[in-house]
T-cell receptor, first 116, second 112 residues
């Protein structure tokens, strides 16, 4: 079953604006990762944040993690048309938390559209 | 550096036919995974492997079999295809479990 749940399911903004996507999960985790998927392509890893980290940056990406609320957010600043894609969070469940199979558990994704 | 390569990219099958999807990675990764992606369902893990000669069931293993005879290859088999198996199939690999996964570009499979 899905561990992560992204919100919103779809988001449309103007180029240059910031885009924020949220992810909630159910079990204790070792880390949480964000991926991007362009139409017709495979997922591409963007950023990994460990359970003992609260915030991480990579270029125009900013990820926060609140383990007490079991939630994470992905912020894309100064969005570009090329950022149009689906974004997925994925969790690495902590062993013994009942989170499921070895490896990552993916959410259903947020579809982001950047209007030029 | 090719990364993860999936073949074929597209395939149409008739109900009851069998086929094998091939996945190859050139990153010397231990872990390999097969997912299916359906509209509104996100990615669901079918089977995975933690090393050469090992396989394990994921969330939705029924109707599929896998083999990992060589470290770089992970094969997904459909013995008797059903329309419910129409989907996009993704292969991925990672150095270890829980680490970032590298994905192929998918196999689009239609079962008529």
């Amino acid at each position: 079953s899905q561990q992560g749940e992204e919100d919103p399911q779809a988001l449309s903004i103007q180029e240059g604006e910031n885009a924020t996507m949220n992810c909630s999960y159910k079990t204790s985790i070792n880390n949480l990762q964000w991926y991007r998927q362009n139409s017709g392509r495979g997922l591409v890893h963007l950023i990994l944040i460990r359970s003992n980290e609260r915030e991480k940056h990579s270029g125009r990406l900013r990820v926060t993690l609140d383990t007490s609320k079991k939630s994470s957010s992905l912020l894309i600043t100064a969005s570009r048309a090329a950022d149009t894609a689906s974004y997925f969070c994925a969790t690495d469940p902590y062993e013994g938390s009942g989170g499921g199979a070895d490896g990552l558990t993916f959410g259903k994704g947020t579809h982001l559209i950047i209007q030029p | 550096n090719a990364g993860v390569t999936q073949t074929p990219k597209f395939r149409v099958l008739k109900t009851g036919q069998s086929m094998t999807l091939l996945c190859a990675q050139d990153m010397n990764h231990e872990y390999m995974y097969w997912y299916r992606q359906d509209p509104g369902m996100g990615l669901r893990l079918i089977h995975y492997s933690v090393g050469e000669g090992t396989t394990a069931k994921g969330e939705v293993p029924d109707g599929y079999n896998v083999s990992r005879l060589k470290k770089q290859n992970f094969l997904l088999g459909l013995e008797s295809a059903a329309p419910s198996q129409t989907s996009v199939y993704f292969c991925a690999s990672s150095l270890q479990g829980g680490q970032p996964q590298h994905f192929g570009d998918g196999t689009r499979l239609s079962i008529l």
